[in-house]
């Protein structure tokens, strides 16, 4: 009899497992803890951070959209993600969670890793792409990564990548 009730009560752990409501509403930030899944920065610009949860309930966390691009191309997003999923992105304009897939996109936003693009909720004159889009022209290099990588290159060295010379903020290091 005890063998039968541990059965029943496994199967029926089972079968409501198997059954699980995955919440796909957004998450909130923990800036102290949660980290870009690529790049491993943490995340602290709401207004370009993004986050795909799969039909798991998992969470990844992209600093960029740039970002997510890298891990959909290079990675094993599309496996890990599953059947279901959902990806939020912040609204560039007001930080405000924005279905990624459904958003518009823009081109020359300063974020988080130099990729350039930001959301928003409506099509406009500056917000012309797509979500597919913005992934295709990440993978054909249509962004903004370049200059941010020279510009972060200059300011770790310490060096004025042009003139060679230290370039300083006023009052500091003997800067005017």
Same mark, same amino acid.
């Given at each position: 009899?005890?063998?039968?009730? $541990?059965? /029943?009560? $496994?199967?029926?752990?089972?079968?409501?497992?198997?059954?699980?409501?995955?919440?796909?509403?957004?998450?909130?930030?923990?800036?102290?803890?949660?980290?870009?899944?690529?790049?491993?920065?943490?995340?602290?610009?709401?207004?370009?951070?993004? #986050?795909?949860?799969?039909?798991?309930?998992?969470? *990844? !966390?992209?600093?960029?959209?740039?970002?997510?691009?890298?891990?959909?191309?290079?990675?094993?997003?599309?496996? !890990?993600?599953? #059947?279901?999923?959902?990806? !939020?992105?912040?609204?560039?304009?007001?930080? #405000?969670? $924005?279905?990624?897939?459904?958003? !518009?996109? *823009?081109?020359?936003?300063?974020?988080?890793?130099?990729?350039?693009?930001?959301?928003?909720?409506?099509?406009?004159?500056?917000?012309?792409?797509?979500?597919? /889009?913005?992934? #295709?022209?990440?993978?054909?290099?249509?962004?903004?990564?370049?200059?941010?990588?020279?510009?972060?290159?200059?300011?770790?060295?310490?060096?004025?990548?042009?003139?060679?010379?230290?370039?300083?903020?006023?009052?500091?290091?003997?800067?005017?």
């Amino acid at each position: 009899m005890k063998k039968l009730a $541990l059965i /029943t009560v $496994l199967f029926l752990a089972t079968l409501s497992s198997c059954n699980k409501k995955v919440d796909f509403s957004p998450r909130k930030i923990n800036y102290d803890r949660d980290v870009c899944y690529v790049c491993k920065m943490g995340l602290d610009e709401p207004k370009y951070n993004l #986050q795909a949860i799969n039909e798991h309930g998992d969470v *990844r !966390w992209y600093d960029d959209i740039g970002c997510l691009a890298e891990d959909m191309r290079d990675g094993n997003f599309n496996k !890990w993600k599953g #059947q279901k999923y959902k990806i !939020w992105i912040g609204d560039a304009d007001t930080g #405000q969670w $924005l279905d990624a897939e459904k958003a !518009w996109y *823009r081109y020359g936003d300063r974020t988080p890793m130099g990729y350039g693009y930001g959301a928003v909720k409506d099509k406009s004159a500056t917000a012309q792409y797509d979500f597919k /889009t913005v992934i #295709q022209r990440i993978d054909e290099g249509k962004t903004k990564r370049a200059d941010f990588i020279k510009k972060k290159k200059m300011s770790v060295s310490g060096k004025d990548a042009a003139s060679g010379s230290m370039k300083c903020a006023p009052g500091k290091c003997g800067g005017q």
